[in-house]
């Protein structure tokens, strides 16, 4: 399998795991999540679409680029393609916490956990590939600021 053809499965599926993650924040955005305290640094809802689109785009490059090294380096890609699908995993679990379950504070928590996940992904892609790794950075940046975003919402509505 060539590089392209691994990149565009990666990218499919990180768009799909986001996809199905979309399909549980769909009617909290309409219905529950309105009726929250928010601090004024939350972004309008029509932000987090594209921004977690091009997220996953990126990701599934970087998990890409990593995966086309597996010739070479194979005990390394395989570390780092698991921590991929556990940080993947994570991210998904983080919408059915906060959306699905209505729980900011169960979410605030995971999403400690889904951030030190990332963040060593990033390492160890970084060590297979440099681009693999700055490709991440955008996407730690933007749970760094979830977080915030996620542990404010949850002290606001206590």
């Known amino acids: 399998m060539n590089k392209i053809t691994k ?4 990218v499919v599926t990180c768009l ?6 979309g399909m549980v924040t769909r009617s909290a955005i309409t219905d529950w ?9 939350n972004p309008p ?6 921004v977690w689109s091009m997220l996953y785009i990126m990701m599934g490059v970087a998990a ?13 890609v395989k570390k780092a393609l698991i921590l ?3 940080q993947l995993a994570l991210n998904a679990l983080w919408s059915y916490l906060f ?8 979410a605030g928590l995971e999403i400690i956990v889904l951030w030190l996940f990332i963040y060593e992904t ?9 681009i693999a790794g700055y490709l991440f950075i955008p996407y730690l940046a933007w749970v760094s600021f979830a977080a915030v975003l996620n542990i404010s919402i949850w002290w606001l509505n206590r």
């Open 16 to 21: 799909a795991i986001g996809y199905f993650s």
């Open 122 to 130: 990033y390492l160890q892609f970084s060590k297979i590939n440099k």
């Open 7 to 10: 990149i565009l499965i990666v």
């Open 84 to 86: 991929f699908a556990i």
């Open 45 to 50: 809802n029509w932000v987090f679409a594209p």
């Open 64 to 76: 890409g680029l990593v995966w086309n090294r597996i010739d070479f380096e194979k005990e390394l």
């Open 99 to 106: 959306f699905g379950l209505h729980n900011p504070m169960l």
């Open 33 to 41: 999540y309105p009726t929250l305290e928010k601090p004024v640094f």
